[in-house]
């Protein structure tokens, strides 16, 4: 499953890059970068099962690409994107489900259900404890935070 976590980063990162609006300030590649390190981080000092660090890093790659297209429930074109990403890699689908189910957490309010959408929602939320947040408030209040 290791390769699908690569390839996922390799597909958003130039996703991203080719489709994220030039005014989208925050929820862009270093935010995504941010999510997925947080998962990790977060992940490897909780009780996962086989496999779930996966489930994460792949949420975490994908969860805000629905930003490209729209602002306001983002996280259903975020869930089609992945979603056909997933199924054009021959993952399985219950290994799917696992990541849009992460994804869907990550809505605001946030209200996860499980151990591993608590993850992604808390990865989610990482940049609150940056230092560099004190020097970017103007990037936070542009992108509506």
Known sequence: ??????????????????????????????HAEDVAYAVN?????SPLHEGDLDVLAVSAWFHDT???FEYEGHENSSV????G???????????IE????CIWSTRFPQKPENLLEQIICDADLYHFSKKI??????????NGL
């Open 1 to 30: 499953m290791l390769e699908v976590v690569k390839r996922s980063e390799i597909f958003v990162r130039e996703f991203l890059t080719t489709n994220l609006p030039a005014n989208m300030h925050f929820h862009n590649i270093g």
């Open 41 to 45: 981080q977060i992940g490897l000092s």
């Open 66 to 68: 629905g930003y490209c």
């Open 80 to 83: 089609d994107i992945a979603d």
């Open 85 to 95: 990403f997933l199924n054009n890699e021959n993952c399985e689908r219950s290994f």
């Open 98 to 101: 696992k990541v849009l189910n």
């Open 133 to 142: 947040i004190t020097i970017m408030p103007g990037v936070y209040g542009r």
